[in-house]
């Protein structure tokens, strides 16, 4: 399997190559045994390399099954009440989802590698990393069900898109990504359009606006905010350990997920005086289900694409449930033109914040000459993810390098900088990606001449004082891949050590990396 490749990437011009594994555990987030091989990416890194057009064509289609599985799933709890209210306790259908999910990636885990799988979905860091984050979805369900409660899930599905808005203030705090003017104010006429349908479809339900219910879209909003904090992180965890074959990933989430559902679940008092199980029937089994289907196909969503996307699925769901509540004869609800216009407005500004140009790529259209990126300020840039396995193909050649994932656009071809602010690096920049580089610490002898076996280990991360990659200056433009030999990475390095020496000879890193 192609290691430590970005989640949804092709490799980069150091990896073009792979190389058979014996261990258990693959880098690629993949399980492999004697017999089985089981990929946690859809589609898998084989077929992104091997067959480019085909694995476009199953990203649409896990698209698409995405926006069906958003839109299905309110529709679903609609069904499920009596005379417009929910009988059963609201959190019970989310304690029994994350122990069905549970159970579910435990059988994957033991069908695809018997108890060393099982044993992936329980080791420490798993539980950790994605266990704290799957406490926090736990509110966020609980919100879900307290406010569907008393609105249609077409309202609550259009309410959602706020977290487009706030996604964008996540990634700013978070991962260092900006907004352009244009992007600000498409997010404002968004939130216009979404307001306007709301008090259009309530108006058109109960007679006017003062019927919308006020408790009920407080805890959306609450909803908004702890589930674009936790797709955010879920975004950078999920691709920070690709080491980690995802279904560990979902176990971690839902075990702790489980746990904190269930103690919600104590605060409804229908929970102590009915039972656990009351007023509950076949559609409620229906709803559980389904935020099992969501819970699965929002990772692999996350993976595969982006927090971005995700949103931009659910924007389409919209259009889903209203269409889906219209036509199917279990609803009341009746066509009326200015509502399906305004959720179609609501898509379209989706849609035209999504393609409006990012700030970086407005800088970046046109790459500057390789003098003048020698010469230009050091840029620095939040680290998104580091990962301390290198590519088969600098592995094979005996060089130690790392993989890296930082918040802006680096310069093409191969450049040098300093790492965490303390460690002097020479990386090279994916070629279709330049948000992903591969990384030499120019401390340490990068060529040792040594091939690595299967099991030779990878080298640690080092640690760091600030998470960042501050690129200095440019070493050279990109070569072709067949031109990639041990050889010329010690010339890039020694080219590399070179320009930093006069740097430092010159008096002005300090002033640049601080």
Same mark, same amino acid.
């Given at each position: 399997? &192609?290691? %430590?490749?970005?989640?949804?990437?092709?490799?980069?011009?150091?990896?073009?190559?792979?190389?058979?594994?014996?261990?258990?555990?693959?880098?690629?987030?993949?399980?492999?045994?004697?017999?089985?091989?089981?990929?946690?990416?859809?589609?898998?890194?084989?077929?992104?390399?091997?067959?480019?057009?085909?694995?476009?064509?199953?990203?649409?289609?896990?698209?698409?099954?995405?926006?069906?599985?958003?839109?299905?799933?309110?529709?679903?709890? +609609?069904?499920?009440?009596?005379?417009?209210?929910?009988?059963?306790?609201?959190?019970?259908?989310?304690?029994?989802?994350?122990?069905?999910?549970?159970?579910?990636?435990?059988?994957?885990?033991?069908?695809?590698?018997?108890? @060393?799988?099982?044993?992936?979905?329980?080791?420490?860091?798993?539980?950790?990393?994605?266990?704290?984050?799957?406490?926090?979805?736990?509110?966020? +369900?609980?919100?879900?069900?307290?406010?569907?409660?008393?609105?249609?899930?077409?309202?609550?599905?259009?309410?959602?898109?706020?977290?487009? =808005?706030?996604?964008?203030? =996540?990634?700013?705090?978070?991962?260092?990504?900006?907004?352009?003017?244009?992007?600000?104010?498409?997010?404002?006429?968004?939130?216009?359009?979404?307001?306007?349908?709301?008090?259009?479809?309530?108006?058109?339900?109960?007679?006017?606006?003062?019927?919308?219910?006020?408790?009920?879209?407080?805890?959306?909003?609450?909803?908004?905010?702890? @589930?674009?904090?936790?797709?955010?992180?879920?975004?950078?965890?999920?691709?920070?350990?690709? +080491?980690?074959?995802?279904?560990?990933? &979902?176990?971690?989430?839902?075990?702790?997920?489980?746990?904190?559902?269930?103690?919600?679940?104590?605060?409804?008092?229908?929970?102590?005086?009915?039972?656990?199980?009351?007023?509950?029937?076949?559609?409620?089994?229906?709803?559980?289900?389904?935020?099992?289907?969501?819970?699965?196909?929002?990772?692999?969503?996350?993976?595969?694409?982006? %927090?971005?996307?995700?949103?931009?699925?659910?924007?389409?769901?919209?259009?889903?449930?209203?269409?889906?509540?219209?036509?199917?004869?279990?609803? %009341?609800?009746?066509?009326?033109?200015?509502?399906?216009?305004?959720?179609?407005?609501?898509?379209?500004?989706?849609?035209?914040?999504? &393609?409006?140009?990012?700030?970086?790529?407005?800088?970046?259209?046109?790459?500057?000459?390789?003098?003048?990126?020698?010469?230009?300020?050091?840029?620095?840039?939040?680290?998104?993810?580091?990962?301390?396995?290198?590519?088969?193909? =600098?592995?094979?050649?005996?060089?130690?390098?790392?993989?890296?994932?930082?918040?802006?656009?680096?310069?093409?071809?191969?450049?040098?900088?300093?790492?965490?602010?303390?460690?002097?690096?020479?990386?090279?920049?994916?070629?279709?990606?330049?948000?992903?580089?591969?990384?030499?610490?120019?401390?340490?002898?990068?060529?040792?001449?040594?091939?690595?076996?299967?099991? %030779?280990?990878?080298?640690?991360?080092?640690? =760091?004082?600030?998470?960042?990659?501050?690129?200095?200056?440019?070493?050279?433009?990109?070569?072709?891949?067949?031109?990639?030999?041990?050889?010329?990475?010690?010339?890039?390095?020694?080219?590399?050590?070179?320009?930093?020496?006069?740097?430092?000879?010159?008096?002005?890193?300090?002033?640049?990396?601080?």
């Amino acid at each position: 399997p &192609i290691r %430590s490749q970005p989640v949804g990437r092709e490799p980069t011009a150091m990896a073009c190559t792979q190389r058979p594994s014996t261990t258990d555990k693959a880098i690629d987030g993949s399980v492999s045994f004697a017999h089985t091989k089981m990929s946690a990416y859809f589609p898998s890194r084989a077929t992104v390399s091997q067959a480019p057009g085909r694995a476009k064509v199953l990203k649409l289609a896990l698209f698409a099954f995405f926006v069906v599985t958003r839109a299905l799933h309110p529709m679903l709890i +609609d069904q499920s009440k009596s005379d417009g209210k929910i009988l059963y306790a609201k959190n019970t259908p989310v304690v029994m989802n994350k122990i069905l999910t549970v159970f579910l990636m435990n059988l994957l885990a033991l069908l695809s590698g018997g108890w @060393s799988g099982v044993r992936l979905c329980w080791q420490p860091r798993c539980l950790i990393v994605f266990g704290l984050i799957g406490t926090v979805y736990a509110l966020g +369900d609980f919100l879900e069900m307290l406010s569907l409660a008393t609105l249609t899930g077409g309202v609550y599905q259009v309410l959602l898109q706020t977290k487009l =808005m706030i996604t964008a203030l =996540m990634c700013w705090w978070l991962k260092g990504s900006r907004q352009t003017a244009l992007q600000w104010h498409v997010l404002f006429s968004m939130f216009l359009a979404m307001s306007s349908f709301v008090l259009v479809d309530q108006g058109g339900e109960s007679g006017g606006a003062a019927s919308l219910p006020l408790l009920a879209v407080l805890c959306v909003m609450l909803k908004v905010v702890v @589930s674009c904090y936790c797709a955010v992180l879920s975004e950078k965890y999920l691709k920070a350990f690709s +080491d980690m074959p995802l279904f560990a990933k &979902i176990s971690g989430l839902s075990t702790t997920w489980a746990l904190a559902s269930l103690l919600l679940c104590g605060t409804e008092p229908q929970v102590a005086s009915h039972g656990f199980f009351a007023h509950w029937d076949s559609v409620t089994w229906l709803v559980t289900w389904s935020f099992v289907v969501k819970t699965v196909s929002t990772m692999y969503l996350l993976q595969a694409l982006d %927090s971005v996307q995700k949103n931009i699925g659910e924007a389409l769901a919209v259009i889903v449930i209203y269409v889906g509540q219209v036509a199917m004869a279990g609803f %009341s609800e009746a066509f009326e033109l200015s509502v399906f216009l305004l959720a179609v407005l609501v898509v379209a500004l989706v849609k035209t914040y999504l &393609i409006a140009p990012k700030p970086e790529a407005a800088k970046q259209q046109r790459p500057a000459p390789p003098a003048a990126s020698s010469a230009a300020a050091a840029r620095r840039m939040k680290l998104v993810s580091l990962n301390s396995e290198g590519t088969p193909l =600098m592995q094979n050649l005996g060089v130690n390098t790392f993989t890296c994932e930082v918040s802006g656009l680096l310069p093409p071809g191969v450049f040098y900088g300093m790492l965490g602010g303390v460690y002097p690096v020479c990386g090279s920049t994916h070629p279709s990606s330049p948000r992903h580089a591969e990384l030499v610490m120019l401390a340490h002898a990068p060529v040792d001449g040594k091939k690595p076996g299967p099991s %030779s280990p990878a080298p640690e991360a080092p640690f =760091m004082p600030c998470q960042s990659l501050t690129v200095l200056g440019h070493v050279r433009d990109p070569l072709p891949r067949e031109s990639v030999s041990a050889e010329q990475c010690m010339k890039d390095v020694e080219k590399a050590r070179e320009q930093l020496h006069d740097k430092v000879t010159g008096g002005d890193l300090l002033a640049e990396t601080t």
